[in-house]
């Protein structure tokens, strides 16, 4: 997983509550067994029209937030399905940070197992945020995690709230299993003391 | 200090609890299939790492196997064919029980787990999709994860969690006839909203839950990840020990009697504590259908589409406005009425045999309306083997429906039942977003015997007024 420390970026607004995992990626996409590759996929039915081409209107086809890496979104964002080809298709096409007001669990979860940084934030701040995205290449978010701040364009910062272990993990690029096979032993001693009725599937 | 039943169960699963309050949670069972799980694997195998319990692990296809009654001989799509195959590569090498398309207990991950018995009160359960909050029926912690997490599960049989907050929902009094499971969480979300649940896991209890068989309980907790809730939970009693009781997996003889007496220690404790309580009185549901893209934009089968000129909030005002576009209905036009094309009975939501029957006993001596294509999708091969065996089947068939092999079918267009662009579904599925069950299709959620109805009249109708 790629280290996330500090990230300067034009920001894209997506000014919709509740875009659920099927707008992101739609299930007809998932039919892959690699992680990689999304990217092209991401928001199909939002980007493309049905014979493939792009629909001009939809904010990641114009040209000034075709290189976004930061996504201003509605409320909600990222329910639905639990399928981490969400935040991959994100990070494939180059997202590695989303703001909103609010996120559905399971996405929110999967970000930060793919180097993405979700922040939540009060509707008051999205909105600002929402207006500085509008501003296209004019104007940059800069997300420093370490500061647990969101930088705006004319200097103003914005804190944020990050579960510190989630954080700590970002800021080294950490793989969650390695950390938690260093606890084997209690997993094992718990393990022993299971129930004897415990079925196995076998 | 008085505990609810997520709290017992979380408690009785911390292997070790870190210094910032994320614990490493232990994982009872682990169900896989074959869309969110190659990558996982691929992990395991990249960082030679095995399974650590494969007796906790079970595996199954279900949402890319086509439903055609010769699907065993017939050429499936290759993208679909490769993720089965990827699947059954896995399993084989890492030595993990599956049920493939050939076997009878293949189905829906959703309803193989209660059907087998490997879903079982009190134990934490989770799967690679959403919809695992299904399995809360049975009184278990069960939750859907990402594909990163399936690979730390298989690793480690654990995962790092922090608890989510307790929620109540009580619905009080009987649920009126024609009324079902589906018609109580459709009411539900369309109260709280699609992120009502939001950081939650959600009890229900009450006099109308209680009173649910195991097939209704599964319903409702299916959906709770439909309010935003991270788990959907319903105490065990005696309507889920009765229905455990023999099943392939439970446990059985003086096991499962030590099994009984440790569940019956699982039910919230008198004056134990909930973050938010949300009570609701069956006796005024109606049975719900949704109008919009998202499961909290529903109505009563007798009620009018609303009119976003009634919203204040502009920007809800704006997505209702583009529900209905995309639904193609008029504000105020009564839903009731409302032509469909398909119509599907299906889904980790409702397609047990009770769902079955429940669409049969509208369905009989009536036929699927002109035009109007029906289709019965199995949620497992032995809930199609016991409609076959008891007649259900024959019923649905004499009507006019299609009656297919066991999958998740057209509750997500990943499969070859799909919708074409603009046709209208009414479906007893869980999700009514854009393009759910194909590009541009139109979705409207609703129960088993709702659906029935819909397909002898070939229009959205109240249930009540055919039986």
């Given at each position: ?25 739609p ?11 999304l ?148 997993i ?15 | ?19 910032d ?7 009872d ?11 996982a ?36 799509e ?42 079982l ?36 049989q ?37 992120g ?24 409702v ?8 809730a ?74 009018t ?35 469909v ?7 980790c ?24 294509r029906a ?9 199609k ?8 089947a ?8 299609e ?7 057209m ?57």
């Amino acid at each position: 997983m790629d280290k996330f420390t500090t990230l300067t970026a034009v920001a894209a607004p997506l000014n919709v509550a509740n875009v659920d995992t099927d707008k992101i990626i739609p299930a007809r996409f998932l039919k892959t067994i690699k992680r990689t590759g999304l990217g092209k996929s991401l928001f199909a039915d939002m980007r493309y029209n049905a014979d493939g081409s792009e629909k001009p209107d939809f904010v990641l086809n114009q040209a000034k937030y075709r290189h976004a890496q930061i996504l201003v979104a509605g409320d909600n964002f990222g329910c639905g399905s639990s399928r981490e080809h969400a935040p991959w298709a994100l990070l494939d096409f180059g997202i590695r940070c989303v703001i909103a007001p609010s996120f559905a669990d399971i996405f929110f979860n999967n970000c930060f197992k793919n180097g993405i940084l979700p922040i939540p934030l009060p509707e008051a701040e999205v909105a600002k945020l929402m207006d500085d995205a509008g501003l296209g290449t004019n104007a940059r978010l800069t997300i420093d995690l370490e500061r647990q701040v969101v930088v705006r364009p004319n200097g103003e910062e914005i804190g944020f709230e990050v579960d510190p272990f989630r954080k700590h993990c970002l800021l080294n690029g950490l793989d969650d299993i390695g950390l938690t096979l260093q606890h084997t032993a209690a997993i094992s001693a718990y393990e022993a003391h299971q129930p004897a009725w415990t079925p196995k599937i076998i | 200090m008085p505990k609810t039943l997520f709290d017992k169960i979380w408690d009785a699963h911390v292997v070790e609890r870190l210094e910032d309050g994320t614990c490493v949670l232990y994982i009872d069972r682990h169900l896989v299939h074959e869309v969110t799980s190659p990558q996982a694997f691929e992990g395991l195998r990249m960082a030679g790492r095995k399974v650590r319990r494969v007796e906790n692990t079970i595996a199954v296809v279900d949402h890319n196997v086509p439903t055609s009654p010769d699907r065993l001989t017939e050429t499936n799509e290759p993208e679909s064919a490769l993720q089965i195959a990827t699947l059954e590569q896995n399993v084989a090498e890492f030595g993990v029980k599956y049920f493939p398309m050939s076997d009878a207990r293949q189905g829906i991950v959703h309803v193989v787990g209660p059907e087998q018995g490997i879903s079982l009160p009190g134990m934490t359960i989770v799967c690679g999709d959403s919809h695992t909050s299904t399995h809360g029926a049975m009184g278990a912690l069960a939750f859907g994860i990402g594909t990163s997490e399936v690979e730390h599960v298989l690793a480690t049989q654990t995962l790092l969690q922090k608890p989510a907050k307790n929620m109540l929902v009580r619905v009080d009094g009987k649920l009126p006839a024609g009324c079902t499971g589906k018609d109580i969480v459709l009411a539900i979300i369309g109260k709280i909203g699609t992120g009502g649940g939001t950081g939650h896991v959600i009890e229900f209890a009450g006099e109308a839950i209680r009173a649910l068989d195991m097939a209704g309980r599964l319903t409702v907790c299916n959906m709770s990840i439909e309010a935003g809730a991270r788990a959907g939970l319903i105490a065990p009693d005696e309507t889920t020990f009765e229905y455990i009781k023999g099943r392939p997996f439970a446990p059985k003889g003086a096991d499962f009697d030590a099994a009984v007496a440790y569940w019956k220690t699982l039910p919230s404790d008198e004056g134990a504590h909930y973050d938010k309580v949300v009570v609701l009185d069956a006796a005024q549901i109606v049975p719900q259908v949704t109008w919009g893209t998202n499961p909290e934009a529903v109505i009563p089968i007798t009620g009018t589409v609303p009119n976003p000129a009634d919203e204040p909030d502009e920007t809800k005002r704006a997505q209702m406005q583009r529900m209905l576009s995309y639904m193609a209905l008029e504000p105020g036009q009564k839903i009731a009425g409302t032509k469909v094309d398909v119509v599907f009975i299906g889904s980790c939501t409702n397609s047990r045999i009770e769902d079955l029957r429940a669409a049969a006993a509208v369905a009989k001596g009536r036929h699927v309306a002109p035009g109007v294509r029906a289709l019965v999708v199995p949620g497992s091969g032995l809930v199609k083997q016991q409609a076959e065996a008891e007649g259900t089947a024959q019923i649905l068939i004499d009507a006019g429906f299609e009656w297919r092999e066991a999958g998740c079918s057209m509750c997500l267009g990943m499969n070859p039942d799909k919708l074409t662009p603009g046709q209208r579904c009414a479906s007893t599925s869980n999700r009514n977003f854009e393009g759910r069950q194909g590009p541009g299709g139109r979705t409207h959620l609703l129960s088993p015997a709702m659906a029935a109805a819909a397909a002898v009249t070939g229009a959205l109708t109240d249930v009540r007024e055919l039986v």
